[in-house]
């Protein structure tokens, strides 16, 4: 039979993925002080149930000033362990792998959920929000609060902030570390000429630009068991002139790669524009040849995200080796048993076998489920 591409597995160090499909990280904006709580137990549930390969918890804050809003989960000190191991449970009973995206906003934290508006919370009468950080004192937009621009001391003490919140993770029994270099945050805005006009060796030079970035993986590369994959999630272009460009982020994958990440998860843009939200125009897969050029040109995997909403799609991506992981954001919110839906169209076998026992019991003895099957009871059993 025709291997089915999506639903062969994948490993990354010590971790092993049934199928191809992850969940995106997706903010929740719901945590009160960076602690995981039911709505986040039940928003993963949702996915644990619906027979993904894996999942990566939303962009949690290394330090509390790094929060993005102030409903973004943290990794900042040992009282959250807990409520991410809880988060773990739920994926292991599954034998799913469960990842944390860490980061640090940098100049776009302190602002208001997408709903709110996601303006600055300083904007908000009366002002809100605590002060931000950068690699300059440049704002984020015209009439944002301008940041501070970080020293040498306060980079080492986010780079230990980072390595610090991965320990954590991995004592809350998480897999694998996603480490948020995208979307106009603070790793981001260190790699983008659009945001860092540093003269010291942070500023100037791609090597310089790339050196924040390298450092935290490698502090966490360290911090962090051998078996525990790191992946990186990169903006891999910016969306206006004079930023990041493709060029640049396959080189910084393959240093990335030199320094024990694992992984590139391909997205793009945030340096400018509103918070929550890519400017850049999405078409179905769009950054999907992002992902192609850096796992054929830099040799390490990649996850490719943005628009992918269909099993053929899916299947398509992964076949033809532009990347080794899908990962899905909103079809999955939309449809969190996405990846049955994607199995029994593509002609899996045994389709149900992708969603836990309890499930997949009984629609294997649902007559219409596999319409090519023949029963596996006899006529009329349903009505005894
Ligand atoms: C509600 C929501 C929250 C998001 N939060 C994050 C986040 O925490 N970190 C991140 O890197 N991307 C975040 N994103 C972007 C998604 O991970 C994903 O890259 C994007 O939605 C495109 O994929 P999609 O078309 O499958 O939704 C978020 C997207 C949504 C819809």
Same mark, same amino acid.
């Given at each position: ?26 903010? $929740?904006y719901r945590a009160l002080d960076g602690h995981v709580n039911a709505w986040h137990l039940a928003h993963h549930a949702r996915f644990a ?9 939303? @962009? ?19 009282? $959250? ?16 792998? &469960? ?5 640090? @906003? ?7 959920? *997408?709903?709110? =508006?996601?303006?600055? &919370?300083?904007?908000?009468? *009366? ?6 950080l950068a690699p300059s004192a440049l704002a984020h937009a015209e009439g944002w609060p301008i940041p501070a621009a970080l020293d040498a ?37 260190? &790699?983008?000429? &659009? ?29 962090? *068991? ?43 843009? =945030? ?80 389709a149900h076998e992708v969603l836990p026992r309890n499930i997949a019991f009984f629609l294997a003895r649902r007559n219409i489920e596999t ?6 009871? *006899? ?6």
């Amino acid at each position: 039979m025709r291997e089915i591409s999506l639903f062969t597995p994948f490993s990354s160090r010590g971790a092993t993925f049934a199928n191809r499909i992850v969940v995106s990280p997706m903010c $929740q904006y719901r945590a009160l002080d960076g602690h995981v709580n039911a709505w986040h137990l039940a928003h993963h549930a949702r996915f644990a149930l619906g027979g993904v390969g894996g999942a990566v918890i939303e @962009a949690t804050a290394v330090e509390r000033d790094g929060r993005i809003s102030e409903g973004c989960l943290g990794l900042w000190n040992d009282a $959250q362990i807990g409520g991410f191991r809880q988060l773990a449970d739920l994926y292991h009973e599954h034998a799913i792998p &469960l990842g944390v995206q860490i980061g640090h @906003a940098g100049r776009k934290a302190s602002s208001a959920s *997408p709903w709110d =508006g996601a303006g600055a &919370l300083a904007n908000e009468t *009366p002002p809100r929000g605590w002060p931000t950080l950068a690699p300059s004192a440049l704002a984020h937009a015209e009439g944002w609060p301008i940041p501070a621009a970080l020293d040498a001391a306060g980079i080492a003490r986010i780079v230990a902030s980072f390595a610090a919140a991965a320990r954590r993770a991995v004592e809350a029994g998480l897999d694998f570390i996603e480490l948020h270099g995208a979307h106009g945050y603070l790793l981001h805005e260190f &790699l983008s000429p &659009l945001a860092n006009r540093r003269t010291d060796h942070y500023g100037g030079s791609f090597d310089n630009r790339a050196r924040f970035a390298l450092e935290a993986a490698q502090a966490i590369r360290a911090a962090v *068991p051998d078996t525990v994959p790191v992946w990186y999630r990169a903006s891999c272009v910016d969306e206006s002139a004079g930023g990041v460009t493709l060029d640049e982020t396959v080189e910084l994958a393959g240093r990335l790669k030199a320094v024990g990440i694992d992984l590139v998860d391909c997205s793009s843009g =945030g340096i400018r524009g509103p918070v929550a939200r890519s400017t850049r125009a999405e078409t179905p897969g769009h950054q999907v040849p992002f992902a192609g050029r850096i796992r054929r040109e830099s040799g390490i995997a990649t996850m490719a995200v943005g628009l992918i909403t269909g099993a053929a799609q899916a299947e398509r991506i992964i076949g033809e080796g532009s990347a080794d992981l899908i990962a899905m954001g909103r079809e999955l919110l939309a449809d969190p048993n996405f990846v049955y839906r994607a199995a029994r169209e593509l002609g899996h076998p045994a389709a149900h076998e992708v969603l836990p026992r309890n499930i997949a019991f009984f629609l294997a003895r649902r007559n219409i489920e596999t319409p090519m099957q023949t029963p596996t009871h *006899p006529a009329g059993a349903a009505a005894k």
